[in-house]
Every structure is written in C-alpha cells, then in structure tokens.
C-alpha cells in the first residue's frame, strides 16, 4: 500500500520568508513517481512537478525548489521569498506508474502574511 | 492543450434528489479518467477510476449504487450522485489521464456540492 504523508497541517510565515513543506512517502514499488500540487482557494490542482523514482537530481523553478531523498524517502518542497500568492494549500502525491491513481498527503495550508 | 473541462463548477441540490457531475477532455481521448472527493480542509480521496467502455472500479468503502459513474466516450466521464443527503456534500474532482501534459495527469476544476 502507498502512502504519502505531510505532518505540517498549516504553516504561516511574513512575506519574503522561506518556507518548507515536508513530505514522506511509502511504497513498495521500485519504480514511482511523487508530485506537488498547489491548490488555491478556488479549487483547482495546479501542477507543480513530478520526480520519478530514479532522479534523484534536486529542481528549482523560480522560487520554488524540490528535494528528494530516496534514502529518507522524502521530497520536500521550498518556497523562497515568499509572497501573498503563494498562500494556498500544497499536496504531496504519490503514483506507482505514468498516469495511474495518485495518492495524496493530507495537505499543508500555506499562509503568507504580508 | 489537455484540458479537463468539468461541470457544474457549483451545485445546490435538495436531500433525495440526484446530481450528475460532467468531465470532459476537450481536446484529447481519456480512456481513463479519475473521480476523487475532498471534504473542507481535508486531502483528496480517491473515490473510483473510470475507464471508457466499462464498469468502474470503486475504491473501499465507497457505495457504487450511490456515485454511478459512467465512461461512455473517450471524452466524456460523469459522477451521478443518487439520493443525495447532506453528508454528500464535499468538492468532487475529475482527473483524466493524458500521456503527454503533466505526465499524465490532468485536473478538472471542481464541482462543490452542496445538500440541502
């Protein structure tokens, strides 16, 4: 069984702040793929970025940037200069193939003060 | 390109009567399309995955009877909420697998339900 969990249920910094929201995962599967979502209060899912199992290799985009650690089976995720637009809720997921289900961590709400 | 169209955005119902929740991939095929619920504050649940031609396969603990899903086209997947009670309330989330665009996956932008 998988399982993806995100232990920081609501974290609030001031602007400009960094922030990191830390996810574990577990699976039996040699082959995965992790993903975050941004999900505004409107809704929708806003893909982030998917790592499959055998890049290990770290990402950033902007101010966003992504750590995975198989070892600790962890991928976590860094907002750098936080801004008011980045206040939404972030999800961990988890999928044992290309297109298969996902299963998602119970969330961590993000709040940016300005 | 791939984009999950899914409607209502927002729906008030009365407790008894049934809610049909479209999903539809605009411009690709979706032989599979996922239905998942999320309560507030909560994370989402996988409720069933749909797979164009044939029956659904429902996760544990969800009343196949109760959320009728149908997968009738390669575009087209819809949830059927029947007999709706309040505690059906709950924002409803399709998302269709596409082998190109966010590695396959594509969200559609909610349905909340309300049951009154």
């Known amino acids: 069984a998988q399982k993806v969990t995100q232990a920081q249920t609501e974290i609030s910094v001031v602007e400009k702040e960094d922030v990191t929201l830390d996810c574990v995962y577990e699976?039996?599967?040699?082959?995965?793929?992790l993903f975050w979502y941004k999900q505004p209060p409107s809704g929708e899912l806003v893909f982030l970025i998917r790592?499959?199992?055998?890049?290990?290799q770290n990402e950033i985009s902007g101010r966003y940037s992504w750590n995975f650690q198989k070892s600790t089976s962890s991928f976590n995720f860094t907002i750098t200069a936080s801004q008011v637009v980045d206040s939404a809720v972030y999800f961990c997921a988890l999928s044992k193939a290309a297109g298969n289900k996902l299963t998602f961590g119970g969330g961590t709400r993000v709040l940016v003060k300005p | 390109g791939a984009v999950v169209s899914q409607h209502p955005s927002r729906v008030i119902c009365k407790s008894g009567t049934s809610v049909k929740i479209e999903c539809r991939s605009l411009d690709f095929q979706a032989t599979t399309m996922f239905w998942y619920r999320q309560f507030p504050k909560k994370s989402l649940m996988l409720m069933a995955t749909s797979n164009e031609g044939s029956k659904a396969t429902y996760e544990q603990g969800v009343e196949k009877d109760k959320f009728l899903i149908n997968h009738a086209s390669l575009t087209l997947s819809t949830l059927t909420v029947t007999s709706a009670h309040p505690e059906d309330s709950s924002f409803y989330i399709c998302?269709?697998?596409?082998?190109?665009?966010?590695?396959?996956?594509?969200f559609g932008s909610g349905t909340r339900l309300t049951v009154v």
């Open positions: 998302s269709a697998q596409h082998h190109t665009t966010n590695y396959g996956y594509t």
């Open positions: 699976t039996r599967d040699t082959t995965y793929y």
């Open positions: 790592r499959n199992s055998f890049d290990e």
